[in-house]
């Protein structure tokens, strides 16, 4: 099992920056490791994905003002935000997945384990 707890979320105006971090109780046999965020009423969708090796990717939104990085020796994964949009508001999930792929998805059905999510809410 792999208990995941997320932290970092909050307000914010159009144009600043928020650190979401999130917790895990091991990295142990974790290939994947995604932020994902969620509107109401809206689909979960992926956000920023790192693998075991370190290969990041990212979805086109947030290319160039997002930055997804992980702690190994802490268990931490972490979700820089810069030059926030209004656009941004959602709730974010950390997911992370033991199952061995050839790349990390960004499918929230292909992870199995979850954060119970933080909000992100940015004012213009």
């Known amino acids: 099992q792999v208990q995941l707890m997320e932290s970092g979320g909050g307000s914010v105006q159009a144009g600043g920056s928020l650190r979401l971090a999130c917790t895990a109780s091991?990295?142990?046999?974790?290939?994947?490791l995604a932020w994902f965020r969620q509107a109401p009423g809206k689909e979960r969708g992926g956000v920023a994905v790192?693998?075991?090796?370190?290969?990041?990717s990212y979805t086109d939104s947030v290319k160039g003002r997002f930055t997804i990085s992980k702690d190994n020796a802490k268990n931490i994964l972490y979700l820089q935000m810069n030059s926030l949009q209004s656009e941004d508001t959602h709730m974010y999930y950390c997911?992370?997945?033991?199952?061995?792929?050839?790349?990390?998805?960004?499918?929230?059905?292909?992870?199995?384990?979850w954060g119970q999510g933080t909000q992100v809410t940015v004012s213009s």
């Open positions: 091991t990295y142990y046999a974790i290939y994947c």
């Open positions: 997911a992370a997945d033991r199952t061995r792929r050839l790349g990390c998805s960004f499918r929230p059905d292909e992870y199995y384990y």
């Open positions: 790192i693998g075991r090796d370190g290969f990041t």
